[in-house]
């Protein structure tokens, strides 16, 4: 049969339904995201309370796990096979290897899911409502952890099947230059490699063994700095395919090139040193760390800013290429030149801006001194609604109007209802947002069902609390009309009949092609030989000295099951306690005074 | 108009992180407008760009006037 067109399905038809089934999961967990996040922001602002706040941890959890694990995850999986096959030019190389760790990521993630939803119910007693940092002594049940595990092994999985794919290029192709979009996804995985080995550590060693009862107790402090090990790295596991988007695909659908493509991998590089041995900066209030320590992870977080900015060089020169190409002229005119008609285009330029904002409050978090005014607020939260909330979230919506014809062969239902889309989330994340950030300021606490207490008010410099929380009920109102549009879309696009007239499938070519990059950049067993140097300088004392003051399962430390009767049971605990010290003390006071 | 629809939807956006943000920074200088104060000047504000976008075109006086009467398409 003749295809009429140079879809990505029509030339790998099979590796297009992998990657379609990657987007469905992701989407899913999206719309299950979606959700929770407008039930929480209803629920903690006040405006329409309607689950027991004691299931508030539960729906947070929800939130967070599906948004952060499954949503980005399964997204990135997707838009990583599809840029190794279309830069190598070749399909991959067991079908039923991709299959197999699509699979298995599915299965892992059901199983956590099923987990945390299992909270809601009393019919069994499966509960994980111990958000996505699940720190001990939260305790989630054993099914949670297993799911982690397996979800995590699918993604190492989906790495080898990616980097088989480039050996057996290499092969084939002994001289030339590891394409840019592949050489993005293997210094990504590398990352990944790398990162994960902590939470993998912290889970096998620990907090499974611990759930099913094989160990009484773990170190708290361990079992937390193994996880930021891990939990700051992946916010550059989101951030590095949303990067990947704006390098290859933003100066097309600009109408240029890519400024640049040696700075594109000296960023890439940069990212596989640097992101792991930043954990830390995490944990400036966990006591028990040494301040040194603390001191050498802001420093290298310093240092991650550099890429960051060299990005936002990158892609705007790109894009003012492209507007240049287009026929803009004059000192900002150009801007008037781009093709703000094309919500590819629009929602990933707002994301980015918005991510620039979050590059601010981002450096207010790395500072040792004035981590200490955020931490634990509101303003994180509005900080990482910017990040992987809006960055990461927005560019994979964006894109989605361009990858969703690639991979079904269909036509996109609406562009106006794209682009409305993404205007949409853009001002719906600047009302909640902003609101977040100041209200952290003024101390509102974040992960907190009813932050309202007796006895005491927030004072608001500006305006007021109740203003504070209009806005944000506002925006994550607006948020999720947003998301119902881009689910119109993506139903509307499945329900469209095969097309034949789609674009094409094809990236941005550069400005300044790999011929002008140092082939030392393409040696990736150095840089990954440094980042685990780094690795081992910022960890080993700081871990060292956590075993040595908490033991490496911890001192006595009894499992705290998440629930609401544990809870009211401690409460009864510590009232008899403090009413027997009580009565023990005034009873020789009461003799003294009858006396 | 001097701006496509859709420059002129993104322009609207834009006006939102302008219009919380101006509200803090006017109150460094204390000047503390109320939310209907705000959305007062968030509707003037609104007003002017829509006027500017459809006043019809009189040649000099924009500096980027060239590229806006390009017409500049989508992309397709
Ligand atoms: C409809 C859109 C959304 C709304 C209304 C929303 C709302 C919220 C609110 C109010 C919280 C704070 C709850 C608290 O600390 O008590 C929260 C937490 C969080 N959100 Fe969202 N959100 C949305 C979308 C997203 C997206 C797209 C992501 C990431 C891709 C995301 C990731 C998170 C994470 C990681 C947390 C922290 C969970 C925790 O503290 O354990 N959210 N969200
Ligand atoms: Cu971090």
Redesign the interface.
């Given at each position: 049969m003749m295809t009429m067109s140079n879809a990505y399905i029509d030339d790998f038809p099979a590796e297009a339904k992998v990657i379609r089934a990657a987007f469905y999961s992701s989407f899913f967990a999206l719309a299950l995201g979606g959700v929770f996040g407008v039930i929480q922001t209803l629920h903690r602002t006040g405006y329409y309370r309607f689950i027991d706040s004691a299931d508030y941890y539960t729906v947070l959890t929800a939130h967070g796990v599906f948004l952060v694990i499954s949503f980005t995850i399964f997204f990135l999986v997707g838009i990583f096979t599809w840029a190794v096959t279309t830069s190598l030019d070749r399909g991959v190389e067991d079908l039923r290897f991709t299959w197999g760790w699509y699979g298995l990521m599915a299965i892992g993630i059901t199983l956590s899911g099923v987990a945390i939803l299992a909270g809601f119910t009393d019919a069994t007693d499966i509960s994980a409502s111990v958000l996505f940092t699940f720190y001990a002594p939260l305790q989630g049940h054993p099914m949670f952890y297993l799911g982690l595990v397996l979800f995590v092994v699918g993604t190492w999985l989906a790495g080898v099947d990616w980097f088989r794919s480039w050996w057996a290029w290499k092969g084939e192709n002994p001289d030339e230059r590891i394409p840019l979009p592949t050489f993005m996804v293997l210094t990504t995985m590398l990352m990944w490699y790398i990162a994960t080995l902590g939470v993998a550590a912290a889970i096998l060693l620990f907090l499974l063994p611990w759930s099913l009862g094989w160990i009484e107790t773990v170190n708290p402090l361990l079992t937390r700095t193994l996880f930021w090990f891990f939990g700051h790295p992946v916010v550059y596991f989101w951030l590095m395919p949303a990067y990947m988007m704006w390098y290859v695909l933003l100066p097309k659908?600009s109408?240029g090139k890519l400024f640049s493509d040696p700075l594109a991998r000296v960023v890439f590089v940069l990212f596989l040193i640097l992101s792991v041995p930043t954990g830390i900066h995490h944990q400036y209030l966990d006591p028990g760390i040494a301040e040194g320590f603390k001191f050498i992870a802001m420093t290298n977080t310093m240092f991650l800013l550099l890429p960051s900015l060299l990005t936002a060089f990158t892609v705007v020169a790109s894009m003012e290429h492209g507007a240049r190409q287009?026929?803009?002229?004059?000192y900002?005119?150009?801007l008037?030149?781009?093709?703000?008609?094309?919500p590819v285009?629009?929602g990933m330029a707002?994301a980015g801006l918005m991510f620039a904002?979050a590059g601010f409050s981002g450096m207010v978090n790395a500072g040792m001194n004035i981590n200490y005014l955020v931490h634990n607020t509101f303003w994180v939260v509005g900080h990482f609604h910017l990040t992987v909330g809006t960055a990461v979230a927005l560019t994979f919506m964006a894109v989605t109007y361009w990858f969703l014809p690639q991979v079904t062969g269909k036509a996109l239902w609406s562009?106006s209802v794209a682009?409305?889309q993404v205007?949409l989330w853009?001002?719906g994340m600047?009302?909640m947002s902003?609101?977040m950030h100041?209200a952290g300021l003024l101390g509102v606490p974040r992960r907190t069902a009813e932050p309202q207490y007796d006895g005491f008010e927030f004072e608001a410099?500006?305006?007021s609390i109740g203003?504070l929380q209009?806005?944000i009920a506002l925006g994550g109102i607006l948020l999720t009309l947003s998301l119902v549009l881009f689910f119109a879309n993506v139903i509307g696009t499945g329900l469209n009949g095969r097309s034949d007239d789609l674009?094409a499938n094809e990236y941005a070519g550069t400005l300044s092609g790999p011929e002008d990059a140092p082939l030392v950049l393409d040696n990736l067993k150095l840089w990954t030989a440094i980042a685990i140097v780094l690795v081992i300088f910022a960890y080993t004392f700081p871990l060292l000295s956590i075993v040595d003051r908490g033991g490496l399962f911890g001192p006595e430390l009894n499992p705290f099951p998440v629930s609401i009767e544990s809870v009211t049971l401690l409460a009864f605990a510590v009232e008899h306690l403090a009413v027997g010290a009580l009565e023990s003390l005034s009873l020789p006071g009461l003799l003294e005074v009858i006396r | 108009m001097r701006i496509s629809k859709a420059g002129l939807l993104v322009v609207l956006a834009l006006l939102a992180p302008l219009l919380v943000e101006l509200r803090t920074v006017l109150s460094w200088i204390n000047v503390e407008l109320s939310v209907l104060e705000t959305a007062v000047v968030g509707a003037v504000l609104v007003a002017i760009v829509l006027v500017w976008a459809f006043l019809p075109e009189n040649g000099e006086d924009e500096d980027t006037d060239e590229t806006a009467d390009r017409n500049v398409s989508n992309g397709d």
């Open positions: 659908v109408g287009r026929g803009g002229t004059g900002f005119g150009w008037k030149a781009l093709p703000w008609r094309d285009f629009t707002l904002a562009r682009l409305g205007v853009f001002v600047t009302f902003n609101a100041r410099a500006v305006g203003e209009a806005q674009p | -």
